[in-house]
């Protein structure tokens, strides 16, 4: 199977710094796509940040980027000036082919202290 | 602003009960999806449809069946409960653009079978 695969099952970060959460995928695929999904604790899925397999430049969305690896197969999210409201759960996620699904990582779950 | 919605944030049914979870999108979508999120294990895909009364097993769907009537509703339908499908359910939708395979979601509806 094709899996999406997140080694942190949770990190600390210091509020305003910056935090890596790590992300590596399986595929055979020349073109896909890249996810990143924030859940706080009320339970909704937030879109942060798309990384397209052919994308030249590393995608970025105002404090999030995205730190794309291709060879290594790994799509890792960075988020700058930790916030309080960071505190969530953090899921990496890939198109899983023809059928317009996602397949998701066991996610990680991001801590800011103040 | 666009939306799925899920009838039920959260339920209690008693095993054996028939259980429907109902999502309705508002965005024209032709993919509809249903997920089950437990600890430590991430997402998992139960079904999906692609088409009015299409649908499609995903990795999961023992025990579940759905039915897609009508373009903007997707419904999950639980037989018989039982106490190992005690989960939080989240919907979602997706259609073409430039992030294609992007996933819109429900807030989710939280399960207890007792």
């Known amino acids: 199977a094709q899996k999406i695969t997140q080694t942190q099952p949770g990190m600390f970060v210091q509020e305003k710094e910056a935090v890596t959460l790590d992300c590596t995928y399986d595929t055979s695929d020349q073109s896909y796509g890249l996810f990143w999904y924030k859940q706080p604790s009320s339970g909704e899925m937030i879109f942060l940040i798309y990384q397209g397999s052919y994308d030249e430049q590393n995608a970025t969305e105002g404090r999030y980027s995205l730190n794309f690896q291709k060879a290594r197969k790994s799509a890792n999210l960075v988020i700058s000036a930790s916030q309080l409201g960071d505190s969530a759960m953090y899921f990496c996620a890939r198109k899983g082919g023809s059928q317009g699904n996602l397949i998701f990582g066991k996610g990680t779950k991001l801590s800011v202290k103040p | 602003d666009v939306k799925v919605t899920q009838s039920s944030r959260y339920l209690v049914k008693r095993t054996g009960e028939k259980v429907f979870l109902e999502c309705v999108q508002d965005m024209d979508h032709e993919n509809m999806f249903w997920y089950r999120q437990d600890p430590g294990l991430g997402l998992r895909l139960i079904y999906f449809?692609?088409?009015?009364?299409?649908?499609e097993k995903g990795d999961i769907p023992e025990g579940y069946s759905v039915s897609r009537e009508k373009k903007e509703r997707f419904s999950l339908i639980l037989e018989s409960a039982s106490t190992n499908q005690t989960s939080m359910y989240l919907c979602a939708s997706s259609g073409e653009g430039r992030r294609t395979g992007e996933l819109f979601f429900g807030e989710g509806s939280r399960l207890t079978v007792l």
């Open positions: 449809s692609y088409d009015v009364k299409m649908k």
